[in-house]
C-alpha cells in the first residue's frame, strides 16, 4: 500500500475564529482540534473524563501558536453546555466554529437493552448536539458567518444491528443537520459527516478478534479504516470557506465500504 501523505493546512485558514470541539481529548475530536490550531484557530477543547489527555491536547494546539482551553462538561446537559459558551467567550470573545463530536458507542438487542443504555446513548450523541448548538448559535450569529458540523456515522444511514439506540442517535443528528441548516441559513451554514469504520480506542475491544478485524477490512475497497486524521481534514474542510457554498449536506467518509446517498 502507498505511504499516505499528510497534508498541510493553511496557517490563516482559520486565522481570528475560535472553535469548539466535545469530545476532544482524544480520537476524532483531537485530531480535529490539532487541525483547527494548524490552520490558526483559537481552541476550547471539551472532555468529560480525561483532564490529562484534554491538557496534552491544549499544550499541542499552543505550540501551534494559538490560544487553547479545556473545560470539562457533559454536553448532554443544558447548563453544563451553556458553561462550554460562556468559558470560550469570556476567554475569546467570540465563537465563529462548532464540532458536535462528543459521542459513546455502547449498545445491546432491541428486546434486551435497558432504557439506561438507550438514554445515554441518545443523550450523549444526539441531545449534546442539541444543547450544544442552543448555548453556541446566539454567540455564533454575532460573527459575519459560521459553520457547525456534526459528527454523525454511516450507522445513521443504514442502522445497525445491536446497536439500535446508537444508530437512532446518529439518524438523528443528520435530521437534526438539515434543520438546522434551513434554519440558521445564510449566515451559519451546518454540515455534518459519516465515518464508517475508525482507528479509535472505542472500536479496538471489538477488534481483539482477528478474523473480523480482516473481514471489516476486506470490506473497504480502500483497504484500511479511516485514521482520525482522515476525519478531521474533512470536518476542516467542512468549516472552512472551502464550502462555503455547502449546507444541509452529509460527508461521508468510508473508504468506499458504504455508497450512500
Not at 84 to 100: H, N, P, S, T, Y
Not at 175 to 188: D, V, Y
Request: with cysteine.
Amino acid at each position: 500500500m502507498a505511504e499516505r501523505s499528510n497534508p498541510a493546512l493553511p496557517s490563516n485558514l482559520f486565522e481570528g475564529k475560535t472553535a469548539i470541539i466535545t469530545g476532544a481529548s482524544r480520537g476524532v475530536g483531537r485530531a480535529t482540534a490539532l487541525r483547527l490550531a494548524e490552520g490558526g484557530a483559537n481552541v476550547v477543547i471539551n472532555y468529560l473524563k480525561s483532564e490529562e489527555d484534554a491538557l496534552d491536547v491544549v499544550r499541542l494546539c499552543q505550540n501551534k501558536g494559538v490560544e487553547a482551553i479545556a473545560v470539562q462538561a457533559d454536553v448532554s446537559d443544558m447548563v453544563e453546555a451553556q458553561k462550554i459558551a460562556r468559558q470560550a467567550l469570556e476567554r475569546f470573545g467570540r465563537i465563529d466554529l462548532l464540532v458536535c463530536n462528543a459521542g459513546i458507542w455502547e449498545g445491546a438487542p432491541s428486546e434486551d437493552m435497558t432504557e439506561e443504555v438507550w438514554n445515554k446513548v441518545l443523550n450523549t450523541n444526539l441531545k449534546s448536539a442539541w444543547a450544544m448548538t442552543k448555548a453556541c448559535v446566539p454567540a455564533i450569529k454575532k460573527q459575519a458567518s459560521g459553520a457547525i458540523v456534526m459528527v454523525s456515522s454511516t450507522a445513521g444511514q443504514r442502522g445497525e444491528a445491536n446497536y439500535s439506540n446508537y444508530a437512532a442517535s446518529k439518524g438523528g443528528q443528520i435530521s437534526f443537520t438539515k434543520a438546522l441548516a434551513s434554519e440558521l441559513c445564510p449566515k451559519i451554514r451546518v454540515n455534518a459527516v459519516a465515518p464508517g469504520w475508525i482507528e479509535t480506542a472505542m472500536v479496538r475491544p471489538v477488534f481483539e478478534d482477528e478474523d473480523y478485524k480482516q473481514s471489516v477490512l476486506n470490506s473497504i475497497p480502500l483497504n484500511r479504516m479511516a485514521a482520525t486524521d482522515d476525519i478531521a481534514l474533512a470536518i476542516c474542510f467542512l468549516l472552512s470557506d472551502w464550502s462555503r457554498h455547502i449546507t444541509g449536506e452529509v460527508l461521508n467518509i468510508n473508504g468506499g465500504a458504504v455508497l450512500c446517498g
